[in-house]
């Protein structure tokens, strides 16, 4: 009698990313990782028992993961400016990490009604803690939306853009969180 295989439940979320890269959010299904894995359906079923499962789990390593990566890359409790530092460093990392994990983002919010309410709260969360009372404060929350609008429309494939493109787009970023307007003041651009 053969070994009795184990699936680890790691690897069928790496494959549950994989195919929503190679296919998108709608060819994630419970055939595709089982196909992905070279296993039964049922092999994915023992681990998730519905896509819905599957996908709460892939948006639950998500969070994990972005909440390590920020105190890893310097954000600290009770101050906003180094989260939103950390999480500018997160984004520009575009051909790494976050852009591994953002269709895990993606089919989570596509999916789930209550993923995309967290989804919701958390943005709002991150921008109500940032201080707009002062001239730093309002450059770092432009800096944190402008960061976020540039992921996001590469990552839908909303533009088509290079990597010496996205260098220079999150080196803006930089300046905006450094209270540097990048285009220089006098160019038509006015404080509301």
Same mark, same amino acid.
């Given at each position: 009698?053969?070994?009795?295989?184990?699936?680890?439940?790691?690897?069928?979320?790496?494959?549950?990313?994989?195919?929503?890269?190679?296919?998108?959010?709608?060819?994630?299904?419970?055939?595709?990782?089982?196909?992905?894995?070279?296993?039964?359906?049922?092999? @994915?079923?023992?681990?998730?028992? #519905?896509?819905?499962?599957?996908?709460?789990?892939?948006? /639950?390593?998500?969070?994990?993961?972005? %909440?390590?990566?920020?105190?890893?890359?310097?954000?600290?409790?009770?101050?906003?400016?180094?989260?939103?530092?950390?999480?500018?460093?997160?984004?520009?990392?575009?051909?790494?990490?976050?852009?591994?994990?953002?269709?895990?983002?993606?089919? #989570?919010?596509?999916?789930?009604?209550?993923?995309?309410?967290?989804?919701?709260? $958390?943005?709002?969360?991150?921008?109500?803690?940032?201080?707009? #009372?002062?001239?730093?404060?309002? $450059?770092?929350?432009?800096?944190?939306?402008?960061? /976020?609008?540039?992921?996001?429309?590469?990552?839908?494939?909303?533009?088509?853009?290079?990597?010496?493109?996205?260098?220079?787009? @999150?080196?803006? @970023?930089?300046?905006?969180?450094?209270?540097?307007?990048?285009? %220089?003041?006098?160019?038509?651009?006015?404080?509301?």
């Amino acid at each position: 009698m053969g070994r009795i295989r184990t699936i680890e439940r790691g690897k069928l979320l790496d494959a549950a990313e994989d195919v929503t890269m190679e296919k998108g959010p709608a060819g994630l299904t419970i055939a595709a990782v089982a196909g992905q894995m070279g296993i039964t359906n049922g092999g @994915v079923q023992y681990s998730f028992r #519905s896509k819905e499962s599957l996908i709460a789990a892939m948006f /639950e390593r998500w969070q994990h993961d972005y %909440g390590e990566l920020m105190l890893e890359l310097g954000a600290k409790a009770g101050d906003e400016p180094s989260w939103v530092r950390a999480h500018i460093a997160y984004a520009a990392d575009y051909d790494g990490r976050s852009r591994r994990r953002g269709p895990s983002l993606l089919v #989570s919010l596509l999916n789930s009604p209550q993923h995309m309410d967290q989804i919701r709260k $958390w943005y709002r969360n991150r921008v109500d803690a940032i201080d707009v #009372s002062t001239a730093g404060g309002r $450059w770092l929350r432009l800096a944190f939306v402008a960061m /976020e609008g540039a992921f996001l429309m590469r990552l839908f494939g909303l533009i088509d853009m290079g990597d010496a493109e996205w260098k220079s787009i @999150v080196a803006d @970023v930089v300046s905006l969180c450094d209270g540097k307007l990048p285009c %220089g003041a006098g160019h038509g651009l006015q404080a509301a």
